[in-house]
């Protein structure tokens, strides 16, 4: 463990990334990162490039098989259930949204707060009730997640990722089949997390997000990094020197930005900089 | 024809089929399915052992959570499967025990009859048609919402969390199929041995209710309730190890949920009996 005050959100040295559903898989070889508190990381990659099972490793879910991964300054792989305050620390959503189908969108938000917090019941009521209609999601609460569209499920999924008011918050591919008006509003509320949103007392948040369309995300305060072919590549600040010769930045914008030039300075879609 | 009968002894010639190699693609397949049988074995032994300890060590915590899944496994184990036990219980007492009954009189061995009812119905029949009967409505329904929920993801959306998945999703399965068991077979019993009763005085035999209740319970001891306690809690246990076992002790695709799921049947069939057998050895023991 760390014996800095304010260690690093995730800490990654040499860690090869091993795929969830079949550990023997290397995806990414020898990652080398540093999130430090307070910073909001965009990490692009082509689907199967191993963003997901990145965020895996840095949730500490799979412990690695070589290298050094730590969260907040511990080493995941002795993250036991003894240390489970420090895992309640990191939020993570899901590219699938994995909610539970037998529960209903509130009762889904409710699980964890129910589960770890001993809270009663009117209190567990309103702030699920909060968070609910801070997401818009008050209309659709009663229901069960096979039942509402694909943008209220993930959102649901993020309101169950906030409803321990985490510190560090992991999201996988979060615009991934939004429209263009419900993934402004995400990036838009993110953004709001990440220099504090007042629903979570002002605390800003350290983001994390993997996305396969990079354009949504452009900011100066994001920084970034790339997965692809096996190999993790830290860019840095959005149209720095290394984004002009990276390989995936030119396959991601290609789609998007075709007749552009692969790293145009765009004005951000909220506030600009950052608590770090 | 001397060549052809020197062929027909070379062909029975036995010892020569006990000292040729077998063909390797059967050697392979049994070297095989020993070992996988061998790894089923440790993996649900390991599995039965952990959820064991999280029972113990994890009872007090998440009550608010924990507490209505278990309700509602006991409700889906036991009190919903209530009619189709009732309908059981008339079933065997009309179609069984009356028959056993007028055929016990008819030989004058009703002396017989309360030894008959204890160790057909109670020791045997009761906690055995259940177990088979709650492995078929609720174990296959266990494994097909966890293989399902593991296909899906759940289970590390669980573990996101910072919820065990053995805590949710298996400790509540098991309590309540040990407790579901262990009442059904309950009703079961009383059920039959009643609905025998009936069937008796329908077909006139010469015996009143209280010497055929009576009958029962002088051939009734301690260790007949201690051993059926203790067999059927084991049976719910076991049936809900194999099932939440083959639902999600490995990450399953969709289109595997049905084949495990008739495999933890047949292991859950295979468990129930090797259970029976050594409760047998109990009986015959004490």
Request: proline share 6%; glycine share 8%; aromatic share 8%.
């Amino acid at each position: 463990m760390s014996d800095s005050p304010h260690p690093p959100a995730i800490e990654m040295q040499d860690l090869p990334v091993a795929a969830l559903r079949d550990p023997s898989l290397t995806l990414l070889h020898e990652v080398n990162w540093t999130v430090q508190p307070g910073e909001f990381w965009v990490v692009a990659g082509l689907p199967h490039s191993g963003k997901s099972d990145l965020l895996l490793h840095a949730a500490g879910l799979l412990a690695p098989a070589a290298g050094m991964c730590r969260l907040f300054g511990r080493d995941t792989a002795e993250l036991d259930e003894s240390q489970i305050a420090e895992r309640l620390r990191v939020g993570l959503t899901f590219a699938d949204a994995k909610l539970f189908n037998e529960l209903s969108l509130a009762e889904n938000v409710a699980l964890p707060l129910r589960y770890h917090r001993n809270l009663a019941e009117t209190e567990l009521a309103r702030t699920v009730a909060g968070l609910l209609e801070l997401l818009e999601l008050t209309p659709f609460a009663a229901l069960l997640p096979g039942s509402v569209a694909w943008v209220w499920r993930q959102r649901a999924a993020l309101a169950r990722a906030l409803v321990l008011q985490p510190e560090l918050l992991l999201l996988d591919n979060p615009a991934s089949g939004l429209m263009t008006r419900h993934r402004d509003w995400l990036v838009h509320f993110l953004d709001e997390l990440w220099h504090g949103h007042a629903f979570f007392g002002g605390r800003p948040l350290t983001l994390v997000v993997t996305t396969d369309e990079l354009r949504a995300w452009q900011h100066p305060g994001r920084k970034f990094a790339t997965a692809q072919a096996g190999n993790f590549s830290v860019l840095g600040a959005w149209g720095g020197e290394p984004f002009l010769h990276n390989q995936a930045v030119k396959e991601l914008l290609a789609g998007t930005t075709a007749k552009e030039s692969p790293v145009t300075p765009v004005q951000p879609l909220s506030a600009p900089g950052g608590p770090g | 024809m001397r060549g052809n009968l020197a062929k027909a002894v070379e062909w029975t010639n036995l010892q020569r089929f006990r000292h040729a190699p077998l063909p390797r693609s059967y050697t392979d397949y049994l070297g095989r399915q020993l070992f996988l049988l061998l790894l089923t074995v440790q993996g649900l032994a390991a599995f039965a052992m952990i959820t064991l300890g999280v029972i113990l060590k994890k009872c007090r915590v998440a009550r608010p959570v924990i507490q209505p899944r278990i309700r509602q496994e006991i409700n889906r184990a036991g009190a919903s499967l209530l009619p189709m036990f009732v309908f059981l219980a008339l079933a065997l007492g009309f179609l069984v025990i009356g028959q056993t009954v007028s055929a016990l009189a008819k030989v004058g061995a009703t002396g017989y009859l309360g030894s008959t009812m204890v160790i057909v119905v109670v020791r045997e029949l009761g906690p055995l048609l259940t177990a088979v009967l709650v492995l078929a409505r609720v174990g296959t329904a266990n494994v097909i919402e966890l293989g399902t929920a593991r296909a899906l993801g759940e289970v590390e959306a669980l573990e996101a969390l910072g919820i065990d998945p053995v805590h949710y999703l298996i400790m509540p399965r098991v309590i309540g199929m040990a407790l579901g068991v262990f009442s059904l077979t309950i009703y079961l019993i009383i059920g039959a041995l009643v609905s025998g009763c009936l069937f008796t005085f329908l077909t006139n035999v010469p015996m009143t209710p209280g010497d055929y209740f009576r009958q029962i319970v002088d051939a009734l001891t301690w260790l007949d309730f201690a051993l059926l306690a203790l067999k059927t809690i084991a049976f719910g246990f076991f049936i809900a190890i194999v099932t939440c076992y083959h639902g999600l002790a490995q990450p399953l695709r969709l289109d595997e949920v049905s084949r495990v799921a008739v495999r933890a049947v047949t292991q859950g069939i295979v468990v129930c009996v090797l259970i029976d057998a050594i409760f047998i050895v109990l009986y015959l023991a004490t």
